[in-house]
């Protein structure tokens, strides 16, 4: 699936980016907060602390909605006044940890992540153009002198070696960059009672709306479909039996008309109850019922599951419904030519990822069913990431708690 892995190495390449656009600034960051600590040994940097933290507060907060870390990628708030209480905050000091860590690793990775592939395309076009430098300059990019055509084409085949490296290693790297913010800017437990409060607010909000959409599924299912036939049967029944002395042949007609509307209202409840809570869970596990819906989605898709032990099966029908809506949205909307599809569970938390190389403009609230996904997800509590530019591609990543 060369298009698949090209489309998750440019979002790589974008979030190494955009990391680096933090972490470029928290080199500088790091260093005026270490004068300004140093000043204040001799009094003239507490004046200068106070600014120096809401640097670093907006800093922060420009990472955890990039990473989507803490309770719902939030601002954490304003720095507590006074100097004395901005450094006894816990989050001013988690965020104190986090400044050398991002500055150091989050900038190399970054640097590493963006410079790989402007050596590949370096490299591999040097025989283009390394005959136009002027004299006098040396063309050479690494350590040999480049004098000869067969020089030029070894460096072309470097350039090939780091665009293979640049495939391989880039998601990972976006992954070790984006985890910095993730582990270190996830608020403690009671760091913020208030942004715990608000966020357990909007999950209940969430959670009401989705039990409210999905009361007015199954009504509008059973109303339209499963009562109109079975309405049809009582109709059809009463005919054939006022038709059954004098009109024999009628009869047996009005009762074939009737045995199949029964068998299309039983066939529309299996579908409601299938909608619920799809057996295929309870039958096939997770791994069986994604592969399933991956199997019946016109796109060919790429299904990777390990989702052992398994989670409870709130978690695992809310899975099931992320990855339904999802490839939906693929076969009708993308235009994609290849899928994949991913569900990892790592520790006390379910991974769902489903991306495609389709035409993008994927939007949350646009119409897709995205907006009860959201509504789904943050019932458990759990968070939605969407990465869908124009022109493409398009990744959805939901990760829901499951417990211990």
Not at 135 to 164: E, K, R
Not at 209 to 232: I, M, P, T
Not at 269 to 297: E, F, Q, T
Not at 326 to 342: D, F, K, M, P, W
């Given at each position: ?7 998750r190495?440019l ?8 990391g ?8 500088g960051?790091l ?5 300004v ?8 940097g507490f004046?200068?602390?106070?600014p120096?933290?809401r ?11 990039r ?9 954490a ?5 006074g ?13 104190l940890r ?6 150091t ?7 590493v ?7 590949a395309?370096?490299?591999t ?12 300059q ?8 480049v004098?000869s ?11 090939l070696?780091?665009?293979?490296l640049?495939?391989t290693?880039l ?6 960059q984006?985890?910095?913010g993730?582990?270190l800017l ?8 208030s942004?715990?409060v608000a ?17 007015r ?7 339209d479909?499963?009562?109109n036939?079975l309405?049809?049967v009582t ?22 008309r ?9 066939a529309?409840?299996?579908?409601v109850?299938?909608?619920i809570l799809?057996?295929?869970l309870?039958?096939?596990?997770l791994a069986g019922?994604?592969?399933?819906l ?5 796109v060919?898709c790429h299904v ?37 599809v991913v569900?990892h569970?790592?520790g006390?938390?379910?991974r769902?990822l489903v991306?495609?190389?389709g035409?993008?403009?994927a939007?949350?609230?646009a ?7 959201l509504h ?6 759990g968070?939605?990431n ?10 959805l ?6 417990g211990?």
């Amino acid at each position: 699936m060369p298009s698949l892995r090209s489309a998750r190495w440019l979002t790589a390449f974008r979030r190494l980016g955009a990391g680096l656009g933090t972490a470029l600034p928290a080199v500088g960051l790091l260093c005026w907060l270490v004068v300004v600590f140093a000043l204040c040994a001799v009094g003239i940097g507490f004046w200068l602390l106070s600014p120096a933290l809401r640097s670093l507060r907006r800093l922060a907060d420009r990472e955890r909605a990039r990473t989507g870390a803490g309770a719902g990628a939030l601002s954490a708030g304003p720095v507590p006044r006074g100097r004395r209480a901005a450094l006894a905050d816990p989050v001013v000091g988690q965020e104190l940890r986090w400044l050398p860590v991002h500055a150091t690793i989050g900038s190399l990775v970054g640097l590493v992540g963006v410079l790989l592939p402007v050596y590949a395309v370096r490299d591999t076009t040097f025989p283009l153009w390394w005959r136009l430098v002027p004299d006098g300059q040396d063309p050479s990019p690494w350590w040999w002198a480049v004098q000869s055509w067969p020089d030029a084409f070894a460096v072309t085949l470097l350039g090939l070696g780091w665009a293979v490296l640049s495939l391989t290693v880039l998601p990972a790297l976006a992954a070790v960059q984006a985890g910095i913010g993730r582990r270190l800017l996830r608020p403690p437990a009671d760091a913020d009672l208030s942004l715990r409060v608000a966020q357990l607010t909007a999950t209940r909000a969430a959670a009401l709306d989705a039990h409210a959409a999905e009361l007015r599924r199954v009504e509008r299912s059973l109303h339209d479909g499963a009562q109109n036939r079975l309405v049809a049967v009582t109709v059809l029944l009463g005919a054939a039996r006022r038709s059954l002395t004098r009109d024999p042949a009628a009869a047996d007609e009005l009762l074939d008309r009737a045995q199949t509307a029964a068998e299309q209202a039983l066939a529309e409840l299996r579908a409601v109850v299938r909608g619920i809570l799809p057996p295929v869970l309870l039958d096939r596990g997770l791994a069986g019922a994604v592969s399933g819906l991956a199997a019946d989605c016109p796109v060919p898709c790429h299904v990777e599951v390990d989702v052992d032990p398994r989670a409870p099966a709130a978690v695992e029908a809310t899975a099931y419904f992320v990855v339904a809506e999802a490839l939906t949205n693929v076969a009708r909307h993308s235009g994609a030519r290849t899928a994949r599809v991913v569900v990892h569970r790592r520790g006390v938390v379910l991974r769902v990822l489903v991306a495609d190389d389709g035409r993008g403009g994927a939007r949350v609230g646009a119409g897709s069913g995205l907006t009860g996904v959201l509504h789904r997800v943050q019932a458990h509590d759990g968070t939605l990431n969407l990465t869908s530019p124009a022109g493409g591609p398009t990744e959805l990543e939901v990760l829901l708690p499951c417990g211990s």
